[in-house]
Protein backbone atom coordinates (compact mmCIF):
# COMPACT_ATOMS: atom_id res chain seq x y z
CA UNK A 1 0.00 0.00 0.00
CA UNK A 2 3.11 2.30 1.37
CA UNK A 3 4.22 1.66 -2.11
CA UNK A 4 1.24 2.32 -4.21
CA UNK A 5 1.05 5.98 -2.19
CA UNK A 6 4.46 6.81 -3.50
CA UNK A 7 4.02 5.57 -7.13
CA UNK A 8 0.66 7.91 -7.18
CA UNK A 9 2.81 10.69 -5.22
CA UNK A 10 6.01 10.66 -7.92
CA UNK A 11 3.30 10.64 -10.69
CA UNK A 12 1.11 13.71 -9.33
CA UNK A 13 4.93 15.52 -8.39
CA UNK A 14 6.06 14.82 -11.95
CA UNK A 15 3.00 15.86 -13.82
CA UNK A 16 3.14 19.03 -11.64
CA UNK A 17 6.43 19.45 -12.69
CA UNK A 18 5.54 19.28 -16.02
CA UNK A 19 2.71 21.51 -16.35
CA UNK A 20 5.60 24.06 -14.38
CA UNK A 21 8.14 23.83 -16.83
CA UNK A 22 5.96 24.51 -20.06
CA UNK A 23 4.50 27.47 -18.36
CA UNK A 24 8.00 28.77 -17.83
CA UNK A 25 8.55 28.58 -21.38
CA UNK A 26 5.34 30.42 -22.28
CA UNK A 27 5.31 33.90 -23.05
CA UNK A 28 3.78 36.14 -19.74
CA UNK A 29 2.25 38.68 -21.71
CA UNK A 30 -0.87 37.89 -23.92
CA UNK A 31 -1.96 40.42 -26.43
CA UNK A 32 -5.43 40.63 -28.23
CA UNK A 33 -6.19 43.19 -30.74
CA UNK A 34 -9.96 43.33 -32.55
CA UNK A 35 -10.72 46.47 -35.25
CA UNK A 36 -13.74 47.40 -36.26
CA UNK A 37 -15.80 49.75 -38.20
CA UNK A 38 -19.42 51.30 -36.34
CA UNK A 39 -22.19 52.52 -38.31
CA UNK A 40 -22.75 55.28 -35.22
CA UNK A 41 -21.11 58.35 -34.43
CA UNK A 42 -17.96 58.94 -32.44
CA UNK A 43 -19.52 60.45 -29.89
CA UNK A 44 -22.40 57.72 -28.90
CA UNK A 45 -19.89 55.06 -29.54
CA UNK A 46 -17.23 56.77 -27.07
CA UNK A 47 -19.95 57.35 -24.40
CA UNK A 48 -21.06 54.35 -24.52
CA UNK A 49 -17.76 52.79 -24.17
CA UNK A 50 -16.48 54.52 -21.06
CA UNK A 51 -20.27 55.00 -19.70
CA UNK A 52 -19.02 51.93 -16.98
CA UNK A 53 -22.49 51.62 -14.65
CA UNK A 54 -24.46 51.22 -17.19
CA UNK A 55 -22.26 48.22 -19.02
CA UNK A 56 -24.74 45.38 -17.46
CA UNK A 57 -27.34 46.89 -20.17
CA UNK A 58 -26.05 45.93 -23.07
CA UNK A 59 -23.15 43.15 -22.16
CA UNK A 60 -24.32 39.91 -21.47
CA UNK A 61 -21.46 38.47 -19.50
CA UNK A 62 -21.64 41.44 -16.61
CA UNK A 63 -23.84 40.85 -13.96
CA UNK A 64 -23.01 43.91 -12.43
CA UNK A 65 -20.65 47.06 -11.68
CA UNK A 66 -19.67 47.78 -8.35
CA UNK A 67 -18.33 51.48 -8.05
CA UNK A 68 -15.47 51.98 -5.84
CA UNK A 69 -14.90 55.56 -6.53
CA UNK A 70 -15.06 57.68 -9.92
CA UNK A 71 -12.14 55.72 -11.67
CA UNK A 72 -12.18 52.66 -10.32
CA UNK A 73 -14.84 49.84 -10.63
CA UNK A 74 -15.47 46.03 -10.00
CA UNK A 75 -17.11 43.70 -13.12
CA UNK A 76 -19.28 40.96 -11.54
CA UNK A 77 -19.37 38.44 -14.46
CA UNK A 78 -22.31 36.02 -14.40
CA UNK A 79 -19.23 33.18 -14.88
CA UNK A 80 -16.08 33.95 -13.27
CA UNK A 81 -13.88 35.77 -11.25
CA UNK A 82 -14.24 39.86 -10.57
CA UNK A 83 -12.41 41.88 -11.65
CA UNK A 84 -11.33 45.38 -10.51
CA UNK A 85 -10.30 47.77 -13.23
CA UNK A 86 -9.10 51.48 -13.03
CA UNK A 87 -9.07 54.37 -15.74
CA UNK A 88 -5.61 55.16 -16.46
CA UNK A 89 -6.29 57.24 -19.92
CA UNK A 90 -9.11 59.21 -20.28
CA UNK A 91 -9.35 61.40 -24.12
CA UNK A 92 -13.10 62.39 -25.23
CA UNK A 93 -13.76 60.81 -28.08
CA UNK A 94 -9.92 59.65 -29.03
CA UNK A 95 -8.87 57.44 -26.11
CA UNK A 96 -9.94 55.51 -23.38
CA UNK A 97 -7.25 52.84 -21.28
CA UNK A 98 -8.37 50.71 -18.05
CA UNK A 99 -5.81 48.67 -15.98
CA UNK A 100 -6.40 45.58 -13.88
CA UNK A 101 -5.98 46.70 -10.25
CA UNK A 102 -7.24 43.23 -8.57
CA UNK A 103 -6.92 40.31 -8.33
CA UNK A 104 -3.34 40.48 -7.83
CA UNK A 105 -1.88 37.41 -9.67
CA UNK A 106 -2.04 38.99 -13.06
CA UNK A 107 -1.86 42.04 -14.34
CA UNK A 108 -3.14 43.69 -17.37
CA UNK A 109 -4.42 46.87 -19.20
CA UNK A 110 -7.59 47.17 -22.20
CA UNK A 111 -6.99 50.15 -24.59
CA UNK A 112 -9.96 51.80 -27.27
CA UNK A 113 -9.20 54.07 -29.76
CA UNK A 114 -11.64 55.67 -31.80
CA UNK A 115 -11.75 57.17 -35.06
CA UNK A 116 -14.24 59.05 -37.07
CA UNK A 117 -14.47 57.45 -40.28
CA UNK A 118 -16.97 58.28 -43.27
CA UNK A 119 -20.70 56.76 -42.00
CA UNK A 120 -19.56 55.80 -38.45
CA UNK A 121 -16.40 55.21 -36.26
CA UNK A 122 -13.48 52.66 -36.43
CA UNK A 123 -12.33 51.25 -32.90
CA UNK A 124 -9.25 49.16 -32.03
CA UNK A 125 -10.05 47.34 -28.62
CA UNK A 126 -5.89 46.14 -27.83
CA UNK A 127 -5.81 44.19 -24.24
CA UNK A 128 -2.78 42.28 -22.67
CA UNK A 129 -2.61 40.05 -20.24
CA UNK A 130 0.23 40.00 -18.25
CA UNK A 131 0.82 36.42 -15.85
CA UNK A 132 4.10 35.95 -14.41
CA UNK A 133 3.24 32.71 -11.94
CA UNK A 134 4.21 29.34 -14.72
CA UNK A 135 1.00 27.36 -13.48
CA UNK A 136 -1.92 29.99 -13.91
CA UNK A 137 -0.52 30.79 -17.36
CA UNK A 138 -0.85 27.37 -18.48
CA UNK A 139 -4.25 27.60 -17.14
CA UNK A 140 -4.28 30.86 -18.68
CA UNK A 141 -3.40 29.25 -22.12
CA UNK A 142 -5.91 26.62 -21.90
CA UNK A 143 -9.03 27.78 -20.08
CA UNK A 144 -9.29 31.80 -21.40
CA UNK A 145 -10.03 32.38 -24.46
CA UNK A 146 -10.03 36.58 -24.55
CA UNK A 147 -10.32 36.70 -28.28
CA UNK A 148 -13.47 34.73 -28.10
CA UNK A 149 -14.56 37.35 -25.11
CA UNK A 150 -13.06 40.31 -27.50
CA UNK A 151 -15.51 39.33 -30.43
CA UNK A 152 -18.27 38.92 -27.86
CA UNK A 153 -18.01 42.32 -26.56
CA UNK A 154 -17.71 43.80 -30.27
CA UNK A 155 -20.71 42.04 -31.27
CA UNK A 156 -22.65 43.37 -28.10
CA UNK A 157 -21.47 46.53 -28.36
CA UNK A 158 -22.57 46.64 -31.98
CA UNK A 159 -26.14 45.34 -31.04
CA UNK A 160 -26.74 48.03 -28.56
CA UNK A 161 -25.48 50.56 -31.08
CA UNK A 162 -28.25 49.70 -33.72
CA UNK A 163 -30.82 49.54 -30.74
Not at 10 to 18: G, R
Not at 38 to 51: H, Q, Y
Not at 126 to 148: A, C, G, H, R, T
Amino acid sequence: MLKKMFIVFSVLMVLVAIVYVIGYFLPSHRTFIKTATLKSEIEEVFNLVTDIKKQPEWRKDVKEIQMIDSTTWTEVPYRGTPITFRTASKQPYTHFEIEIVAPTNFKGYWVGTFTSVPNGTMVVFKEVVIIDQPILKVFSWLFVNLDKTMDEYLTQLKQKLQA
